[in-house]
């Protein structure tokens, strides 16, 4: 329909909506449950092997089962559509696309419309030689992971980083713009450490409004900004990166 935009709330909830899920599906029904507290109908589907011989009241069954799928896809619409809205503010990608990208477009989308502050031009986008070569190289070796030994412990302390992953690219510096031949980095900062260190910046302004007005809108810029933050670490590994920097995600 000219002018319509389709929104694709399968993939967005797919994409970026489905690490706050606890349920393991994301069928319409199991998610529909979890969010909006409504469930698909039950319908035999065995009738529609034999339509010419569906009575009337397979027929309205059949109808009402379509009804409420749509109504509660609405529904979904209508919650996860702060998420949507904030994404496509702060990203500065078409709604179209924000709904169907994964995290790594996203992250880049936001790198790409912020490059003209640092004098930068976009790197080009790998193509199927680049890519290829870069999945050849496999996996890099990750960090050293202890094993615990099974038993009861006591004097136990826990703790947790916030945005850990994202706040040691911005302590030590890594991105591809910053690394040196001899496979160190710059201590001059670099845009990719920059502009994530302003995505948590706000992250934690927005966290603390939404603390003290918890809007449905408050609540998506900040998740908005902690997704940014926590793909940022993952965005540097992607094959298909503008910036992709082994040494860097390796780091």
Known sequence: ITGIVHVDLYRFISA??????????????????????????????????????MDDESWREFFSYNLQDSVVTYKLAEKI???????????KDPLFDVTRNRMAAL???????????????????PIGEEIGRRRAMGAFEGAYVSEPNPGIYGDLVMFDFTSMYASV????????????????????????????????????????????????LLRARSNAYKLLANSSYGYQAFFGARYYSRESAAS
């Open 81 to 91: 559509w702060p998420d949507i809205y904030e994404f496509t503010m702060i990203v």
């Open 169 to 216: 690219i911005v302590s030590y510096n890594l991105s591809k713009s910053t690394i040196k031949k001899n496979g160190k980095f710059s201590k001059k900062s670099g845009f990719f450490p920059i502009i994530l260190s302003e995505i948590i910046e706000k992250r934690k302004i927005h966290k603390r409004e939404h603390a003290k007005n918890p809007s449905g």
């Open 16 to 53: 970026v909506f489905s690490q706050y899920l606890q349920s393991e599906s994301l069928s319409l029904n199991d998610v529909a449950k979890e969010l909006v507290g409504e469930s698909k109908e039950d319908f035999d589907f065995s009738n529609l092997s034999n339509l010419d011989k």
């Open 107 to 125: 992250v880049e989308g936001y790198i790409l419309h912020n490059l003209d502050r640092f004098d930068e031009i976009a790197e080009k986008r």
